[in-house]
């Protein structure tokens, strides 16, 4: 036993069979499609329930569809979320938000802010670049939400749709409640 | 109910209890700990079972019922959770959802709803209804209130408590069916008390408040309880905070004295404490006559320094202190015990001076306590209640809303001697609600007390025992009111014979009966020999001993009756003792380690004089604004200026403040730790619910900290160490409890009274002083207390201001026609001392030939009136003048502006 051991382990090291072995691999490799890619130049597809930077979205008419309900700041797991609230002088009852924050340093992408969300004004994107070297700047206000909404908006939208929040883009008008305003009469179907 | 001793014994949900006979199936259940759903059903509130979500079966009786409605029976069997129960809550609720917008996202009451909670507990996730549902536009009732209509339940719980409890009846449903809503009377805009209890009330997020509407989430809030700073009712409020911003006071059911209401004040009048005008910093007068902002050290050290220089060189008697009686019996007891200790004089006072002393004297006169021999419980159980001069609704609103409830709901007879014209408005007015209302004209509340001893006396209504065991006292009464003729008193008082004699039979023949004594006699010149006779008129009738029977003065600031007891007035050291009370000296000396200061005592206008004669140099006013609170002629800002050094302590740069020489700012009620001891003498707790306002310190911190500058310190780590001292200084002050004993009458003081002590002055104080005749065609210019404001400090809540934000002269419908003015004009109010122009507001509880005006406005009028001084309790009087009235047009005012160019 011990001859044969000592043979092999001769051969072996006469041979250089361990490099041989690792240049297997090497050499398999050199065949194969790259696993990786070169970011920034290249970037990879993003799946639609990717959880991303959070952006505030408006109905197709322009209005802010956020109102400003604070469940998203009581849903958020790591307090990251602000918002400030009054009402709309010239909409009675119509509650909005005057100032929205999310530390976005403090945020645990869970999304559960855009679960709470009763009118779906909150929304995952697949935006992940915005490195900065002013961490100021990471702390969103209700201006730049909007803008990421606006710029993701597709993004937005199939995040929705991906979560189940939403169906298609008619349920995003007539949304599952008709607030601030109650029902107008003129309005009502018999569906 | 509790009353009844009969005891049921009942099942409910297999658990077995006992409770008292008359109880409602929904307290048995609640009591066992079990919660029947409900909308409409509230203690406070008689049963209307309009809500029908409290269903429960009975057994032996076929259909369900309304545990709110049904009175608990010997051997009943209830079941709450069966599931035909269960389904009809869900049937109710279905209903009730049928018409609801589900907008729970934005309520204001969403997360503390009761709509809310039952649908998560019942889950009627599917509805029947496709119908539209109702549509009705926000409505704002006021300038505090709103109502969102959709949302409403129609409980009617609002209008049932502004009927039942407040006795204002401004609200009203109205429409039927689906379309009910809660409105007020239409066509105005909703002139109510404001008390907010609609808002309290509502189960859902029907009436919401103006002032936080989408401010807030209710789980956002941080809770205080602590103590409203507003009147001597001494109600406890829950401060509700998000972050550091104030949202809303409010009081849950069966909190403090109050139970859970609140008046306008405590509701709406939060904002004051966070004014922006607030003193931030220490100020300390420069050179040019402006304020610096200093350090807490430079102006501390300042004061110090020249305390102790003017102590030094005029003697300790060269400083004098004022003190406000919105601080806490803490603050109190420590500023006199500076005064006292380090400064060592006894000039020092409090806003107990402007009335409330005249009460606790004649109390420690007659019957030896300082403090009501009753409480509101009393009020409650009381046969008879009488109220003399107190405009009670005005300045004790919670006492009024016991005073309600006696009459109301137990039945007591009211009497009323005030000068209101018993008119029903949708403001609540105690006189309505009175048996005999006795309109007595204005400050002539002499001639009607005595009046009213005359009719006790000479109708035979003086209990036999008093008239044998005091026979001199009865004798020597009746021989002083027989000099007091029938016509002479209804000359005086406008009172006729037979309408005193008839109250004073109610009073006289009732069990228990209540007097309760307000502003207009304690403010008044012999306020204290008011007070007396109507002790007497309590001896005669054999009322003073009688438990459940007693005299109450209800006190205007908050802590009036703790600055009495904290020896924080002229003439008594802590307890109250008076100055030379060996016994009491001697504690103190033992408490203070220090000999207690020989010096004489010097009451406010004595503190003004000799600082306008120039024997006090200094003087330390700690909140207190005698410039603004006393008229022109009173030569305070003379005094003041001829002070060589004056500090002020306050929230806000007061006219006072404006001329000191340092600046402190002092905290509000809602940013210390402390006590209060309201009118009825019961200690509360107030907590800190704030943070202090930038530099601001409590105020018994400045007084320390001065105290270790002129090296005497006295020094605390907490504010309880102060309360511990102050227990060993009074022992057994503190806090009672839910329900505290009452003192009883003192024996000893009483007998001593009635055998001599009424001798000295029984002669005067059983005359008519012939009253100043008021000038041919004056109207008499009375500045009263509103409902809406207490003192200058509320004029900085915001919500208050909304309400009532500038002073209007108050006459009555038939005055404004006689002098030919309407609503909103502008009248032209002129006498010897000077004229004033306001706008008119009718209002027509005010008394022929009298206007009233706001005194939290006086500003404009303060010339007008002037200031005489009790000559034997030093009390300031003023707030009585006499003005003709003109009318006074844009026309008038451009040829005033011409013949002025």
């Known amino acids: ?191 | 109910m509790s009353n009844t001793s009969t005891m049921v014994t009942l099942t409910i949900d297999g658990i077995r209890t006992e409770v008292p006979e008359g109880t409602l199936v929904i307290e048995a259940a609640r009591q066992v700990g079990i919660m029947v759903p409900h909308f409409c059903y509230h203690p406070k509130l008689e049963p209307d079972a309009n809500c029908r979500m409290c269903l429960v079966e009975i057994e032996k009786i076929p259909k369900l019922q309304t545990s709110c409605s049904t009175r608990v029976a010997e051997g009943m069997v209830v079941r709450s959770s069966v599931p035909h129960v269960e389904s009809a809550r869900k049937s109710v609720l279905e209903l009730l959802l049928g018409n609801h917008p589900l907008d729970c996202p934005v309520c204001d009451q969403g997360g503390r709803c009761d709509l809310q909670d039952f649908s998560h507990e019942y889950t009627p996730t599917v509805s029947r209804f496709k119908e539209l549902k109702r549509v009705f536009p926000k409505q704002y009732l006021g300038p505090v209130i709103e109502t969102q209509m959709n949302r409403c339940v129609s409980c009617m719980r609002c209008v049932r408590y502004c009927d039942e409890v407040m006795d204002a009846q401004a609200l009203a449903a109205e429409g039927r069916g689906t379309i009910t809503q809660i409105t007020h009377w239409a066509g105005n805009e909703l002139e109510c008390d404001m008390c907010g209890g609609c808002i309290q009330i509502c189960p859902v997020g029907a009436i919401t408040s103006r002032l936080s509407m989408y401010d807030y989430r209710p789980w956002m809030l941080k809770r205080t309880e602590t103590i409203c700073s507003y009147c001597g009712d001494g109600c406890q409020i829950t401060v509700q905070r998000k972050d550091d911003q104030l949202i809303e006071v409010n009081s849950a059911l069966g909190a403090g004295r109050n139970n859970g209401d609140l008046c306008v004040r405590g509701y709406f009048g939060y904002h004051a404490a966070e004014h922006p005008d607030r003193v931030q910093q220490p100020l300390v007068r420069q050179a040019d006559g402006s304020f610096a902002e200093v350090t807490w050290e430079e102006a501390l050290d300042r004061v110090a320094r020249q305390f102790t220089r003017i102590k030094a060189t005029h003697g300790s008697d060269a400083i004098g202190g004022l003190i406000t009686t919105r601080c806490t019996n803490e603050d109190l007891y420590l500023f006199q015990k500076f005064m006292r200790v380090v400064i060592g004089t006894n000039q020092i006072d409090s806003g107990a001076r402007y009335g409330h002393i005249n009460g606790v004297r004649a109390l420690r006169r007659v019957q030896g306590t300082h403090r009501w021999t009753i409480r509101y419980e009393d009020l409650a159980q009381a046969d008879a209640i009488m109220l003399v001069g107190t405009n009670v609704n005005e300045s004790n609103p919670i006492t009024a809303l016991h005073v309600k409830q006696a009459v109301k709901r137990k039945g007591a007879q009211l009497v009323t001697l005030e000068s209101l014209l018993p008119v029903r408005s949708t403001v609540s007015n105690i006189t309505t609600l009175s048996k005999h209302h006795l309109e007595v004209k204005s400050g002539q509340f002499s001639a009607a007390i005595l009046g009213l001893v005359k009719a006790v006396v000479e109708s035979n209504l003086v209990q036999e025992d008093v008239a044998r065991e005091a026979p001199e006292f009865v004798q020597t009464i009746r021989t002083n009111v027989a000099k007091v003729s029938w016509d002479a008193i209804r000359e005086q008082s406008g009172l006729s014979q037979t309408d005193v004699e008839t109250a004073a039979r109610t009073y006289s023949q009732a069990e228990r009966a209540v007097v309760l004594v307000g502003r207009e006699v304690l403010r008044s010149l012999g306020g204290e020999g008011l007070v007396t006779n109507l002790m007497d008129l309590q001896i005669l009738t054999g009322h003073l001993r009688r438990s459940g029977s007693g005299l109450g003065c209800l006190a205007e600031g908050s802590n009036d009756q703790g600055a009495v007891e904290m020896g924080a007035v002229a003439e008594y050291f802590p307890g109250p003792a008076g100055l030379h009370d060996e016994e009491s000296q001697k504690t103190l000396t033992r408490t203070w380690g220090q000999a207690v200061p020989a010096g004489a005592p010097a009451t406010l206008p004595e503190v003004l004089t000799r600082a306008r004669t120039g024997d006090i140099k200094s003087l330390f006013i700690v909140g207190d604004n005698p410039v603004e609170s006393l008229p022109g002629d009173a030569g305070v800002t003379e005094a003041l200026d001829a002070l060589e050094f004056l500090v002020c302590q306050d929230l806000f740069l007061t006219e006072t403040a404006k001329r000191a020489h340092v600046v402190f700012p002092a905290c509000s009620a809602m940013e210390k730790d402390g006590t209060f001891t309201n009118t009825e003498g019961h200690v509360q707790s107030v907590r800190q619910a704030t943070e202090p306002l930038g530099e601001s310190r409590p105020d018994w911190e400045m007084f320390s900290a001065l105290s270790v500058l002129m090296d005497h310190p006295i020094e605390y780590n907490e504010v309880k160490e102060i309360f511990k001292e102050i227990r060993g200084v009074i022992p057994g002050y503190g806090l009672l409890g839910p329900a505290s004993t009452p003192p009883k009458v003192d024996e000893k003081t009483v007998a001593q009274y009635v055998t001599s002590g009424f001798k000295e002055d029984v002669d005067q104080r059983y005359t008519l002083d012939a009253s100043p005749a008021a000038p041919e065609g004056a109207l008499t210019l009375r500045l009263v207390q509103s409902l809406y404001h207490s003192g200058k400090y509320s004029t900085r809540a915001k919500g208050l201001m909304e309400i009532e934000g500038e002073g209007r002269l108050h006459v009555n419908a038939r005055e404004a026609g006689r002098l030919g003015i309407e609503e909103g004009q502008t009248v032209r109010l002129a006498n010897d001392g000077g004229q004033a122009t306001v706008s008119v507001k009718l209002n027509d509880r005010v008394p022929d030939a009298v206007a009233w005006f706001p005194e939290h406005f006086d500003e404009p009028v303060r010339a007008l009136f002037s200031l005489k001084v009790d000559p034997h309790t030093h009390v300031p009087v003023w707030k009585t003048a006499h003005v003709t009235v003109t009318k006074w047009s844009s026309t008038n005012r451009s040829i005033e502006e011409r013949s002025r160019v």
């Open chain 1, 1 to 191: 036993m011990d001859t044969q051991k000592q043979t092999t382990r001769l051969l072996d090291a006469v041979l250089f069979r361990e490099i041989w072995k690792a240049m297997k691999v090497t050499f398999k490799h050199m065949f194969h499609r790259p696993m990786t890619f070169q970011y920034p130049r290249e970037k990879r597809t993003i799946p639609d329930a990717h959880r991303g930077a959070l952006g505030l979205l408006r109905y197709d008419n322009g209005q802010e569809r956020c109102v400003g309900c604070d469940l998203c700041e009581a849903a958020c797991p790591s307090r990251c979320i602000k918002v400030i609230s009054e009402e709309d002088k010239s909409l009675p009852l119509q509650r909005y938000a005057t100032e929205f924050y999310i530390d976005i340093t403090k945020c645990v992408f869970c999304g559960y802010c855009v679960e709470a969300c009763p009118v779906n004004a909150l929304a995952m994107t697949k935006m992940y670049e915005y490195s900065t070297h002013d961490k100021r700047t990471l702390l969103f206000d209700k201006e730049r939400l909007y803008e990421i909404g606006e710029q993701h908006l597709e993004d937005a939208k199939k995040y929705l749709y991906a979560h189940n929040q939403e169906h298609d883009d008619e349920e995003s008008r007539a949304y599952r409640y008709h607030f601030p305003q109650p029902i107008e009469k003129t309005e009502a179907s018999d569906s």
